[in-house]
């Protein structure tokens, strides 16, 4: 009796690993698919999006970034910059510039790697970033701006304040990175942890065209995102949205976080810069250094941190709030 019943179990083991592997390689044969479908829809989304919108500046390492021009009666000027992985700034800021155009002559810049621009040709430290900023803003003819960033940006721009002093007037960050936030007591905002992240984000879903999938059957709230682009930009930014995240230029942006966070860390905004940090609630309560490491960067009186409800993306979360802060803030007077 035990040699038949050990019989059965066997093949009861048998049929069970027989069935794994049926469904492991069905899961294989459907990954492949998607993955052969993502690389013939991006070749398609190129052209869909090619010189979609703007104009190039070629930097002295012969890249070109892609920048969109909106002009207005004002004097001041301002320079729209996105966060990490933005897949176009002209389109995902269309509502916030067309908003705030009236006050200030916009230039919205694809970073390199980002939206239009080309792959960076140089490592993504944040003096390069900076640089290629400053040689397209000269090439413009504009030596005094307001510097507008999210996310990442705000890395960034405090590197930039300290190094191209005089030209910048004053920044607003829209929940815009700070460098002491790789103090968080949490993993997620280690830099080395935030590569780990997003090499398995690249590989496991953007590479296999999952996240096309994904972002096809969340189409509705894609576009919701972005609900003044007409029906044909709509489609270009889908295209941009499914084809352009972390591209070989923004993981190497991702692996010099660190260094780049290091590099600003002792720095403050110059005392003659204003600063608005406007700051989402979410972060807030999700990190209790958020508010304080801001407030750590602001030297000058008449900068502002304020907290309003809504997720990182303010812009599009709280839309209303932020555009309210920007109006109410005043400086210089």
């Given at each position: 009796?035990?040699k ?16 794994l ?5 069905f899961?294989?044969l ?7 479908r993502?690389?013939?829809?991006n070749?398609?989304?190129?052209k ?9 500046f070629?930097?002295s390492?012969?890249?070109k970034?892609?920048y ?8 001041k000027?301002?320079?729209?910059l996105?966060g990490?992985?933005c ?11 067309k ?57 960034y ?12 007037e ?6 815009a ?5 790789m103090d ?27 996240y096309?999938i ?18 044909e ?37 110059p005392?003659s810069?204003?600063?608005l ?7 807030c ?49």
């Amino acid at each position: 009796m035990k040699k038949k019943n050990t019989g059965k179990a066997g093949k009861i083991i048998k049929t069970i690993f027989k069935v794994l592997g049926i469904i492991l390689a069905f899961i294989v044969l459907l990954i492949l698919i998607s993955t052969i479908r993502h690389a013939i829809k991006n070749r398609s989304d190129r052209k869909l999006y090619k010189d979609a919108y703007g104009q190039y500046f070629t930097t002295s390492s012969g890249d070109k970034i892609n920048y969109t021009f909106m002009d207005s009666e004002s004097e001041k000027v301002a320079v729209i910059l996105p966060g990490m992985g933005c897949p176009s700034t002209r389109y995902e800021f269309d509502a916030f510039a067309k908003e705030i155009n009236d006050d200030y002559k916009l230039i919205l810049v694809d970073p390199l790697g980002y939206g239009l621009s080309d792959q960076a040709s140089t490592p993504r430290t944040v003096e390069n970033y900076c640089s290629e900023l400053h040689e397209l803003m000269n090439s413009l003819g504009y030596d005094k701006y307001t510097i507008i960033g999210h996310s990442i940006a705000g890395i960034y721009a405090v590197y930039y304040a300290n190094t191209y002093t005089d030209e910048v007037e004053a920044f607003i960050g829209i929940d815009a990175s700070a460098p002491h936030q790789m103090d968080a007591d949490m993993a997620i905002a280690k830099p080395d942890n935030m590569v780990t992240l997003y090499t398995f984000m690249k590989y496991g879903l953007y590479e296999t065209g999952i996240y096309r999938i994904m972002t096809e059957l969340g189409k509705d709230q894609v576009m919701a995102t972005v609900p003044d682009l007409s029906k044909e930009d709509q489609d270009k930014y889908l295209a941009l949205y499914c084809e352009t995240p972390l591209n070989k230029t923004q993981m190497d942006e991702v692996k010099h976080l660190g260094y780049n966070m290091e590099k600003t860390y002792d720095m403050k905004f110059p005392e003659s810069i204003p600063v608005l940090y406007v700051l989402c609630q979410d972060n807030c309560n999700t990190m209790d250094i958020w508010e304080p490491i801001h407030k750590d960067l602001v030297t000058n009186p008449d900068s502002k941190i304020v907290i309003i409800e809504g997720a990182h993306y303010l812009h599009q979360t709280n839309f209303d709030g932020l555009i309210k802060e920007i109006d109410n803030w005043s400086y210089g007077e």
